[in-house]
């Protein structure tokens, strides 16, 4: 069983809807998550970690996360176009990260 | 603001060739870490160091060896290439050892093997 679970998409949303991308994660003891945007054959770019339960916002970005229940996810608002990468949530290991397959977001304008 | 710097940003090579990809971590960043993303798959975990010692270990094939230097800069290894190595090799760096710290990558490599 993989350590990290992503739904792989594609996710479509129509320009200025809300994205919604969910990650699960098999290790209870993980304590750091983390949400990378990668656009095909670039680099993954950190956009978002959080690492207590709740919900964290750094403008159109919510990250929220429940450790009960494994689960982390990632709100896009207002999504625009440029939005359209493969998003790879990430959990930390004792000292590298472990990633999910990534979810394909397209954004239609 | 400075970010890793990986070189070269491609190569090509041959099979039971030898490669070196060079990874720059972020100034004052003293943990490194290598990746290989194959095409549409995540990135997989290689080898990590902290403050130039190996900090962990993943799914590093036994042809690959890596190393930091005095000036955290790290250099991956590939030897005896095969037509599977190839594939996006990235660097990212931290500062600190924890996985707490969020990591932050290069461009990265893309190795072809022919």
């Known amino acids: 069983q993989k350590e990290v679970e992503q739904n792989s998409g594609p996710l479509s949303v129509p320009e200025g809807a809300i994205a919604s991308l969910n990650c699960t994660y098999s290790?209870?003891?993980?304590?750091?998550f983390f949400w990378y945007r990668q656009y095909s054959g670039k680099s993954p770019e950190l956009i978002m970690f959080?690492?207590?339960?709740g919900d964290k916002e750094d403008g159109r970005f919510t990250a929220q996360l429940n450790k009960a229940s494994q689960y982390v996810s990632l709100l896009i608002r207002d999504s625009q176009p440029s939005d359209s990468a493969t998003y790879l949530c990430?959990?930390?290991?004792?000292?590298?990260?472990?990633f999910g397959t990534g979810t394909r977001l397209t954004v239609i304008p | 603001a400075a970010g890793v710097i990986q070189s070269p940003r491609h190569l090509i090579k041959e099979k039971r060739e030898t490669a070196t990809l060079k990874c720059y971590p972020i100034?004052?960043?003293?943990?490194v870490y290598w990746y290989q993303q194959g095409p549409g798959q995540d990135p997989q975990f290689l080898i990590s160091?902290?403050?130039?010692?190996?900090?962990d270990k993943g799914s590093i094939p036994d042809r690959f060896s890596a190393q930091q230097f005095s000036d955290y800069h790290s250099e991956l290894n590939m030897s005896s290439l095969e037509l599977g190595d190839s594939a996006l090799y990235f660097c990212?760096?931290?500062?600190?050892?924890?996985?707490?710290?969020?990591?932050?990558f290069g461009d990265g490599t893309r190795l072809s093997i022919l």
């Open positions: 990212a760096s931290s500062l600190g050892l924890t996985g707490n710290q969020p990591q932050h």
């Open positions: 160091f902290y403050e130039k010692m190996q900090s």
């Open positions: 990430a959990v930390n290991g004792a000292n590298n990260l472990f």
């Open positions: 100034p004052r960043h003293d943990t």
């Open positions: 959080i690492y207590s339960n």
């Open positions: 290790d209870r003891g993980s304590q750091s």
